[in-house]
């Protein structure tokens, strides 16, 4: 079974702190992806990264970097997280030429 | 640009059959998934459709006319865990990007 997890289910954070959301894939995959998730808006791909130490940006990459110096894990950080990065995070994982992602159950980040 | 619609909301009735639309208008194709997403849980891949035709699997059918940039979604004999949201994805034609759509919330009534 794959499975892909993240760190924190649930999360609340302070304007202005560094936000750390972890990802973990057990299978192997080489493609890791990090979208957030608002209402009437969808899943917004902010990065991705199809090897190790290689990212991408997304579509909304503004306020948030990522890391991956491991092939099974996959890092998201808001530098200083700010209201509006008030979100559902989701992180997914994919073999390259891929024909589904696998995602994790999500981090539901809140910002006062 | 990129564009995938399809409806906000549906309902239906236990046992009945419900057919999701989705249109896209993208740069590249090569693919388009259909996603399950109950409340508060991750997706969960249901179909993935490259060529023209029907796929199907169980209760669950996708469709897809590229030439028409269509596809939908068809559930048969529903059941009340089909209440769920649908999410349609394409995929990037040069990349492994999938461009996700805002999702059809689905509510099967007894």
């Known amino acids: 079974d794959v499975k892909v997890t993240q760190s924190s289910r649930y999360l609340v954070k302070r304007t202005g702190e560094k936000v750390f959301l972890e990802c973990v894939q057990d299978?192997?995959?080489?493609?890791m992806f990090w979208y957030r998730q608002d209402p009437g808006l969808g899943l917004r791909l902010i990065y991705f990264?199809?090897?190790?130490?290689?990212?991408e940006k997304g579509d909304i990459p503004e306020g948030y970097s990522v890391s991956r110096e491991k092939k099974e894990r996959f890092s998201l950080i808001l530098e200083s997280a700010s209201t509006n990065q008030t979100s559902m995070y989701l992180c997914?994982?994919?073999?390259?030429?891929?024909?589904?992602?696998?995602f994790g159950p999500g981090t539901r980040l809140t910002v006062t | 640009g990129q564009n995938i619609d399809q409806p906000t909301e549906m309902t239906a009735t236990e046992g009945a059959i419900v057919q999701i639309n989705c249109t896209y208008q993208?740069?590249?194709?090569?693919?388009l998934f259909w996603y399950q997403q109950h409340a508060g849980e991750a997706p969960t891949f249901l179909s993935y459709?490259?060529?023209?035709g029907l796929e199907e699997k169980g209760r669950f059918s996708s469709f897809l006319s590229r030439s028409k940039g269509y596809s939908y979604l068809l559930l048969k004999e529903l059941q009340m865990k089909d209440s769920a949201s649908y999410l349609c994805?394409?995929?990037?034609?040069?990349?492994?990007?999938?461009?996700f759509g805002t999702g059809t919330r689905l509510q099967v009534f007894p």
């Open positions: 459709n490259v060529l023209d």
């Open positions: 997914a994982s994919s073999f390259q030429g891929m024909y589904e992602q696998y």
């Open positions: 993208t740069s590249g194709f090569n693919g």
């Open positions: 990264s199809y090897d190790v130490k290689m990212k």
């Open positions: 994805a394409v995929r990037d034609d040069n990349t492994d990007k999938l461009i």
């Open positions: 299978m192997d995959h080489e493609n």
